[in-house]
Nanobody, 126 residues
Framework: QVELVESGGGSVQAGGSLRLSCAISGYTSSSNYMGWFRQAPGKQREGVAAILIGSSLTYYADSVKGRFTISQDVAKTTVYLQMNSLKPEDTAMYYC???????????????????WGQGTQVTVSS
C-alpha cells in the first residue's frame, strides 16, 4: 500500500525556480531513502538527490549541488526538492522513489528503489 505522489512540476525560464513535492503514505519504516530521480528522452534515469529519513543525511548529484535542496516536513510525510537556477539541461520527467535503508544500498541507483511515483514534468526554456 505504499503510495508516492509528486507535484509541483511545470515550465519555467532558465534561471527560475520550482519546488517539487512528494507525498508518501503506507510506508512505516523509520529509516528509509527518499530519492528524486529524473529522466530525459533518450537518456538513462539518474539520481538527483536523496534524503535518509531518520538521520536527515542528504545526497546530491554533482550536476545539481549548490542549486537543488532536498528537505522533509516535520511529520516526515512529504519530501521536497527546491530547484533554483534552473538550466535547460534540467528538463526531464522527475520521479520520487523510496526504499528501506540497507547497508550497501546506493542512493543514486534506480534499481535499488522499490516504490515509485508517477512522475512530474519539468521543462526549462532558454
Amino acid at each position: 500500500q505504499v503510495e508516492l505522489v509528486e507535484s509541483g512540476g511545470g515550465s519555467v525560464q532558465a534561471g527560475g525556480s520550482l519546488r517539487l513535492s512528494c507525498a508518501i503514505s503506507g510506508y512505516t519504516s523509520s529509516s528509509n531513502y527518499m530519492g528524486w530521480f529524473r529522466q530525459a528522452p533518450g537518456k538513462q534515469r539518474e539520481g538527483v538527490a536523496a534524503i535518509l529519513i531518520g538521520s536527515s543525511l542528504t545526497y546530491y548529484a554533482d550536476s545539481v549541488k549548490g542549486r537543488f535542496t532536498i528537505s522533509q516536513d516535520v511529520a516526515k510525510t512529504t519530501v521536497y526538492l527546491q530547484m533554483n537556477s534552473l538550466k535547460p539541461e534540467d528538463t526531464a520527467m522527475y520521479y520520487c522513489a523510496t526504499r528501506q535503508y540497507r547497508v550497501g544500498s546506493r542512493w543514486y541507483l534506480p534499481s535499488d528503489y522499490d516504490y515509485w511515483g508517477q512522475g512530474t514534468q519539468v521543462t526549462v526554456s532558454s
